[in-house]
C-alpha cells in the first residue's frame, strides 16, 4: 500500500520556514486520488511515515501541522507525538461538541498547540473553544475581507496568532503581515518572484566559466583542474563533495584533478550548478533554504523520471531545468536576464520561459507532485506516457538526495 506524504512549509514574518504541513494522499490501488477517507490517510501516514522514516527526517526537527478528524481526536492520537513534534490542526468539518472542546482543552494542557483549519465566524461554538486555540487558518485567497476582518478582531481579543493560507501574491503576503498574521502558506512561496537585484553576481561568472569548460564534447582536465584551483573555495568544496557518503569513493580523495576524474564531467557540472545557487551572497532571508531544498528536489525528480522511463537523451538537461526553475526567485532577476549568461541548451532555456516541450512537462509533473495537485499529476503522466504509481516513491527518493546534498554544502554557505 503506498503513501505519500506532500510537505508545505510554513513561514514566519521574517520568511523563516518555522514548520510544515503535511498533505496525505492514499489509495489501495495504489492511484492518486482527493477522495480519499481522512481517518484512513492520516493513520497511515504516521504509521508509515513518521514511523519507518521519522519526524527529524521528514520535517528537519521542526514541527509538523497534521489534520486531524472528529474521530481521530475522539480516539486519542495526538497523544501519540511529542506536543513539540506537532501542530494539531482541527479540520473545520469537525463538530465543536462539548465532547470536543474538552478534548481540546485537555490537548492544551498538555502542552500542544492547536490550530483551527479553514477558520470562518459562522458557529455559535467557536467561543468555547477559542481560549485553548493557539492558531486561527485562514483562506487568503476564498474568505471575504469583511470575514477576515472580523476573525482578525477574534484572534486579537483571545491573542490568538493568525496563519494565512493560499497565500498566492506578493500583494497578498505583504498585506497579511500588515494586518498582524504571524504565519504564512502558499504557492507564492514557490513562485517565482523578483525581489532586488541589478546584475548577476561576480562569483556566478566564475561558475560559468567552468560551465563553459564542461560543455564542449571533450572537456580538458588539465585546464579544468588549473581554473578550479584558483579558487581555493571552490577546491575545498569539490574535495569535500568528492568524499560525501552520497558518492562513497573506495579511498579518500587527495587532489582536485581525482577529485574531477572521480566525480566525473557531467556529475561536476550539476554540483556546481549546485554551488553556484547555495553562494548567492546577497541571501537574506532563510526562506531560501528550502528554496535551495526545493531546487535540488525538481531538479532531482526530473533526472529521475528520465532514468526511470529511459529518456536518456534528456537526462542531465533534465536535472539542469529542475534545478534553474527557481533561480529568478533566488537571484531576484528576470530569468530571461539570467539565461544570457548561462550557456544552456536552447530547449532547456525554452522550458525555463515557459515554453512547452519534453523538459517544461518533466517540469510541470515534479512541480504538481510538490502541489499534491493529482489531476495535473494524472493528467502529464498521461502526456508523458509514464505510470504515474512509481511517482511518489521517485519524489521520495529525491527528498531524501537533496536534504543530504543541503547538509553537505551547507557548512560553506556563509549566508546560511
Not at 482541527?90 to 502542552?111: A, C, D, P
Not at 513562485?191 to 563553459?212: A, D, F, R, W
Request: charged share 25%; with cysteine.
Amino acid at each position: 500500500m503506498e503513501v505519500f506524504v506532500a510537505r508545505q512549509p510554513i513561514f514566519n514574518q521574517l520568511e523563516e520556514t518555522v514548520a510544515y504541513e503535511l498533505l496525505y494522499r492514499h489509495n489501495e490501488e495504489n492511484k492518486f486520488s482527493p477522495m480519499v477517507d481522512g481517518d484512513e490517510a492520516t493513520i497511515d501516514v504516521i504509521v508509515n511515515s513518521f514511523i519507518n522514516i521519522g519526524i527529524e527526517t521528514l520535517s528537519y526537527s521542526k514541527p509538523c501541522f497534521i489534520n486531524f478528524t472528529e474521530n481521530l481526536l475522539k480516539n486519542d492520537v495526538p497523544s501519540y507525538f511529542l506536543p513539540q513534534n506537532i501542530v494539531v490542526e482541527v479540520l473545520e468539518s469537525v463538530s465543536l461538541t462539548e465532547e470536543i472542546i474538552k478534548y481540546i482543552q485537555t490537548l492544551n494542557e498538555r502542552g500542544f498547540k492547536v490550530a483551527l483549519d479553514d477558520f470562518v465566524l459562522d458557529s455559535k461554538d467557536y467561543k468555547s473553544i477559542l481560549p485553548f486555540v493557539d492558531i486561527l487558518k485562514v483562506d487568503f485567497l476564498h474568505t471575504s475581507k469583511e470575514m477576515r476582518t472580523a476573525i482578525e478582531r477574534t484572534a486579537k481579543k483571545y491573542n490568538i496568532s493568525l496563519l494565512a493560507e493560499k497565500v498566492e501574491t506578493r500583494e497578498d503576503y505583504e498585506e497579511a503581515k500588515r494586518l498582524g498574521y504571524t504565519y504564512f502558506q502558499g504557492y507564492f512561496f514557490c513562485k517565482p518572484t523578483v525581489i532586488s537585484s541589478h546584475e548577476v553576481p561576480s562569483y556566478l561568472h566564475s561558475y560559468i566559466k567552468i560551465i563553459e569548460l564542461l560543455s564542449v564534447e571533450e572537456p580538458n582536465i588539465d585546464v579544468l583542474t588549473e581554473y578550479i584551483k584558483q579558487d581555493i573555495s571552490l577546491s575545498h568544496k569539490l574535495l569535500k563533495i568528492a568524499n560525501t557518503r552520497t558518492l562513497r569513493p573506495r579511498q579518500k580523495i587527495k587532489s582536485i584533478r581525482q577529485a574531477i576524474m572521480f566525480i566525473g564531467f557531467k556529475e561536476l557540472m550539476k554540483w556546481v550548478y549546485i554551488l553556484a545557487i547555495r553562494e548567492n551572497k546577497p541571501w537574506g532571508a532563510k526562506q531560501n533554504e528550502e528554496l535551495i531544498k526545493l531546487c535540488l528536489v525538481r531538479g532531482q525528480m526530473c533526472e529521475l523520471i528520465t532514468q526511470k522511463y529511459e529518456k536518456h537523451h534528456l537526462r542531465l538537461s533534465s536535472f539542469m531545468t529542475g534545478m534553474l526553475s527557481l533561480m529568478d526567485t533566488l537571484l531576484g532577476l528576470p530569468m530571461e536576464r539570467i539565461l544570457l549568461d548561462l550557456p544552456l541548451d536552447d530547449e532547456i532555456c525554452a522550458a525555463l520561459k515557459g515554453k512547452e516541450n519534453e523538459l517544461s512537462l518533466l517540469l510541470s509533473i515534479t512541480i504538481a507532485m510538490e502541489r499534491a495537485d493529482w489531476s495535473t499529476v494524472s493528467r502529464l503522466a498521461n502526456v508523458l506516457q509514464i505510470n504515474e504509481d512509481c511517482l511518489p516513491i521517485l519524489f521520495r527518493q529525491a527528498y531524501a538526495w537533496a536534504e543530504e546534498v543541503f547538509m553537505t554544502t551547507k557548512p560553506y554557505a556563509s549566508s546560511m
